[in-house]
């Protein structure tokens, strides 16, 4: 185990810790306003306002939760590519594990009124953010840490996918398992580039298709 992995492993499982907490306001709270607040308190706020302090602290690099430049070609191909696998793996996948797994989920996120500026703000806004946060954590930092530990990289991407789909507890079995394999196809572009930019694209682009349309 490289030096500091130990701390790198806590600051991946402290900065999950928010995200599953948060989806306790998917099953109790049922007005909208009150759950956008939470939500971007909870797992948007805390956790950017924590990777900042600790970047600019200097006990991690940006790059260590993947922020790093990419050429224009890998960040087109990466950003498109996953965008079209991840699409493909919700839209698709999840209808079968619908069927394969039980589907019942414990709540979900409350209906933005029609019409609604708060809704439309979040829709755009609050998923790319998501995008960002989820990123940065669950395939930079995770992937960072994971590789720092010493773990085969087959464990990486298990421990990983396994992680990310689980902070989407709330939303049932096959959602879990659908994020997570969404999650592990992730894994790879920063596996192979080292960067999370061409995905923070790619899950906006998912989740903007999946509430969007």
Same mark, same amino acid.
């Given at each position: 185990?490289? @030096?500091?992995?130990?701390?790198?492993?806590g600051?991946?499982?402290? #900065?999950?810790?928010?995200?599953?907490?948060?989806?306790?306001?998917?099953?109790?709270? /049922?007005?909208?306003?009150?759950?956008?607040?939470?939500?971007?308190?909870?797992? /948007?706020?805390?956790?950017?306002?924590?990777?900042?302090? &600790?970047?600019?602290?200097? @006990?991690?690099?940006?790059?260590?939760?993947?922020?790093? @430049?990419?050429?224009?070609?890998?960040?087109?191909?990466?950003?498109?590519?996953?965008s079209?696998?991840?699409?493909l793996?919700?839209?698709?996948?999840?209808? %079968?594990?619908?069927?394969?797994?039980?589907?019942?989920?414990?709540?979900?996120?409350?209906?933005?009124?029609?019409g609604?500026?708060?809704?439309?703000?979040?829709?755009h806004?609050? #998923?790319f953010?998501?995008?960002?946060?989820?990123?940065?954590?669950? @395939?930079?930092?995770?992937?960072t840490? %994971?590789?720092?530990?010493?773990?085969?990289?087959?464990?990486?991407?298990? &421990?990983?996918?396994?992680?990310?789909?689980?902070?989407?507890?709330? #939303?049932?079995?096959?959602a879990?398992?659908?994020?997570g #394999?969404?999650?592990?196809?992730?894994?790879?572009?920063?596996?192979?580039t080292?960067?999370?930019?061409?995905?923070? $694209?790619?899950? $906006?682009?998912?989740?903007?298709?999946f509430?969007?349309?």
């Amino acid at each position: 185990m490289a @030096r500091g992995a130990g701390w790198m492993l806590g600051l991946y499982a402290g #900065l999950t810790i928010p995200f599953l907490l948060n989806d306790f306001a998917n099953i109790y709270v /049922k007005d909208f306003a009150a759950w956008v607040t939470i939500d971007y308190g909870f797992a /948007k706020a805390l956790p950017l306002l924590v990777i900042i302090a &600790v970047c600019l602290s200097g @006990r991690l690099a940006w790059a260590d939760f993947g922020i790093a @430049r990419l050429p224009a070609i890998l960040l087109i191909y990466y950003g498109l590519g996953m965008s079209v696998l991840g699409t493909l793996l919700d839209q698709y996948g999840l209808p %079968l594990f619908t069927i394969l797994l039980p589907s019942e989920g414990l709540g979900g996120i409350p209906s933005a009124p029609d019409g609604s500026v708060l809704g439309w703000v979040d829709l755009h806004f609050g #998923l790319f953010m998501t995008g960002v946060l989820e990123e940065l954590i669950f @395939r930079g930092l995770a992937f960072t840490a %994971l590789t720092r530990a010493g773990l085969p990289t087959w464990v990486v991407f298990t &421990v990983s996918s396994i992680v990310f789909g689980m902070i989407h507890w709330s #939303l049932g079995v096959a959602a879990v398992a659908t994020t997570g #394999l969404i999650g592990a196809v992730f894994m790879v572009g920063m596996w192979r580039t080292g960067s999370v930019l061409p995905l923070i $694209f790619a899950h $906006f682009v998912v989740n903007y298709i999946f509430f969007g349309f």
